[in-house]
């Protein structure tokens, strides 16, 4: 019931019974397919390179075959008869977009997989698509991004889509200056997109929930997002920055495009964080200086640096705490406060809203000043340790010159 539901389930399963009585050729088994014999199977005779390559794949253990794709006769062993009927060495790229449709644009085929059926219609949707079939060569068809042969599935670490391969996939073409000038389109955008947040988040930390080229414009649909489609791009991974924005006065110019959403502040591929101290300059891309919207930059600026500096200061108090060998548990649990307040404030600075931005600035400096104060006490209390030990230190040293004249004493006498 779990993958037919309740109200199909015994259609369901009349219909398998129906199925199971019907000759059906099944699949065949993975192990068999990998062993495809020369005995009887006249293709590999020839391709033994194209057959090593398959192996590697997801179609072969689900049974696929050459003249599946091809055509021919593989029955046969030699080339006059093995190609023959709708024999197709190697399909035009229109041809081979719609020979991988022929199985994967048929949802019934797909849905035992959990694929989706529709990449030939995104395909014809994105520019990649609408060159291809109005005949351009330039352009990527499936296996360019697939394989032809050794076709894997996105979750295989070889794979081309794999999610830290998705950008070098694209930069074969986008980072060919030759190829893209031809299309008026810039190159570099690998390099920025590792340097930026996101790139640093998948290559760096691993983190596959950052998105990659697909993540904004698509992997078969593929397009660049449209000015008035910004924010909704970014705001399906930034939804609570994408709502802070949308409360602001940037919000409605975004959804009209007279603001270009996120990246009037923000590039699109380096997908920089503004620091602090920049928070005021970047208004003056779009705003006059000396505006009331560039101080209303200005007094966002002035609390998110204070903030910043208090928890900097923070972070280090409980650092002197740890070296004088203090417990921090508490500190550190007061810390990620301060911290969870820190990052409510990246969020409320996209809605401009100085009251909420007062209130978090405000929480995030007095926990501050509660962990330094802890600091400071720590700190005073070992200025105290060190005098109580000069006078102690003092009797050592006059006993010790007490009993140095002694021994001079008794020395002198022979004693």
Known sequence: MACHGTSRFFSALSAFSALSAVNVAAPRPAAAALQQDTATYG????????????????????????????????????????????????????????????????????????????????????????????GNTDVPTCTDCHDAHTI????????????????????????????????????????????????????????FAAPTC?????????????????????????????RALYRGPHGRPALSGRLPGCLGCHTNHATERVPPDRIAATCTRCHQPESPAVRRGEE?????????????????????????????TDERFRYQTALTSYRQIAEVQHSLDLEVLDELALKVGSISRAIRSTEETAAEQRWEHK????????????????????LSELKRRGE
């Open 387 to 406: 005098l109580i030990l000069i006078p102690v230190w003092f009797l050592v040293l006059s006993a010790l010159v007490l009993v140095r004249f002694k």
């Open 43 to 134: 293709c590999v005779i020839c391709h033994a390179d194209k057959r090593r390559a398959f192996q590697l794949g997801a179609h072969a253990e689900r049974g696929i075959r050459c003249d599946n794709c091809h055509g021919g006769n593989p029955r046969a062993f030699e080339v006059r008869t093995a190609h023959v009927g709708r024999f197709v060495g190697r399909p035009t790229r229109i041809g081979v977009a719609q020979l991988c449709a022929s199985c994967h644009s048929d949802p019934d085929r797909m849905r035992q997989y959990g694929l989706p059926a529709g990449q030939l219609a995104e395909l014809r949707t994105s520019r990649h698509g609408r060159l291809l079939f109005a």
């Open 214 to 242: 697909v993540g904004c414009h698509g992997s078969h649909a593929a397009l660049p997002p449209r000015v008035t489609e910004i924010v909704h791009v970014c705001d399906r991974c930034h939804a609570e920055l994408g």
């Open 300 to 328: 966002i600026q002035q609390r998110v640096v204070q903030a910043a500096e208090a928890l900097r200061a923070a972070g280090a108090a409980i650092e002197g705490l740890v070296r004088a060998g203090r417990p921090v």
């Open 152 to 207: 894997l599935p996105p979750e295989d670490a070889r794979s081309n889509v794999y999610p830290t391969n998705i950008p070098a996939t694209c930069a074969r073409c986008h980072e060919d200056r030759q190829l893209m000038a031809k299309y008026g389109l810039a190159t570099g955008q690998l390099a920025e997109f590792r340097s930026g947040a996101h790139g640093v988040a998948l290559f760096g930390h691993r983190n």
